[in-house]
C-alpha cells in the first residue's frame, strides 16, 4: 500500500484546507484509514479514522465539529476537510492505512496557521 499527502500550506486562524491522500497498491486489503499528525516537540495525534466502507468515523475530541473525514474508494482517494484552523492545528498531517498485518505511512504534508 502507498500513500501520497497533499494539500498542506500556510492558513490564517479561522481558515480552511482540504487535505487529500491517495491510496495505491493493495487497497482491497485496508480496514481503516486515518489522518494522524505531530507538531514539533508534541506526540502524534491521531486526528480522525473512516472505515472501509466510510460507513464509520472517529475523531479527536480537538477536532470535532470543525475537521471531516471522507473517503472515495471508487478514487481511491481519502480526504480530510479541516474548518475554523487554530494556531494549535499547525502540524504534519500524515494519512495511514491499516491493513490485518501492517500500518502504513504517507510522508506528510506540513499545515501551518498562523495566529
Known amino acids: 500500500v502507498q500513500l501520497v499527502e497533499s494539500g498542506g500550506g500556510l492558513v490564517h486562524t479561522g481558515g480552511s484546507l482540504r487535505l487529500s491522500c491517495v491510496v495505491s497498491?493493495?487497497?482491497?486489503?485496508?480496514?481503516?484509514l486515518s489522518w494522524n499528525r505531530q507538531a514539533p516537540g508534541k506526540q502524534r495525534e491521531l486526528v480522525a479514522a473512516?472505515?472501509?466502507?466510510?460507513?464509520?468515523?472517529h475523531y479527536a475530541d480537538s477536532v470535532k465539529g470543525r475537521f471531516t473525514i471522507s473517503r472515495d474508494n471508487a478514487k481511491n482517494m481519502m480526504y480530510l476537510h479541516m474548518n475554523i484552523l487554530r494556531p494549535e492545528d499547525t502540524a504534519v498531517y500524515c494519512c495511514?492505512?491499516?491493513?490485518?498485518?501492517?500500518?502504513?505511512w504517507g510522508q506528510g504534508t506540513q499545515v501551518t496557521v498562523s495566529s
Open positions: 473512516i472505515s472501509s466502507g466510510g460507513g464509520s468515523t
Open positions: 495511514t492505512a491499516q491493513t490485518v498485518g501492517r500500518l502504513y
Open positions: 497498491g493493495s487497497t482491497e486489503s485496508i480496514v481503516t
